[in-house]
């Protein structure tokens, strides 16, 4: 029976060596990926902190050119000084052409195309930040680079 006990001794030691090795071993694995997870957690943060700045960013340049075009009225170039509009004008359709100035365009008229300008520039503006945020930014999931 004494050899069989230190087989089963010798057997066990070697299993429990084996075990503490995987321990070790699964412990760095494990230490190793939660300081990847840490670091692309931590990229993410700055991404969307960079991303909440640029955003800011592009409102307030929409914001004063917004400002810059409402100030301003719009004008034909198919007009000539002097002459008639390009299109008859009735009095529902805006500032007859005396009023407006050679060239300009009915305050009516000016408005309706600031509003598609402002609702275009918003369109692209979030269609970029979506570009940026799908395809440059990955949805923000970090590419494993391993």
């Known amino acids: 029976m004494g050899g069989y006990a230190f087989m089963w001794k010798a057997k066990y030691d070697n299993l429990s060596d084996n075990l503490d090795r995987q321990k070790e071993e699964a412990q760095a694995l494990l230490e190793a990926e939660q300081k990847k997870v840490s670091d692309h957690e931590a990229k993410a943060k700055l991404d969307n902190a960079t991303q909440a700045i640029d955003h800011e960013k592009s409102n307030k340049t929409i914001d004063d050119l917004r400002r810059s075009l409402a100030a301003t009225r719009l004008s034909d170039p198919g007009r000539r000084n002097g002459g008639k509009a390009t299109s008859p004008t009735s009095d529902s359709a805006g500032i007859p052409q005396t009023e407006a100035g050679a060239g300009e365009l009915s305050a009516e008229l000016t408005r309706f195309l600031q ?25 923000g999931i970090a590419k494993d680079e391993d």
């Open 115 to 139: 509003i598609k300008f402002f609702q275009a520039d918003t369109v692209a503006e979030y269609a970029n930040q979506c570009y940026t945020f799908v395809v440059e930014k990955n949805c």
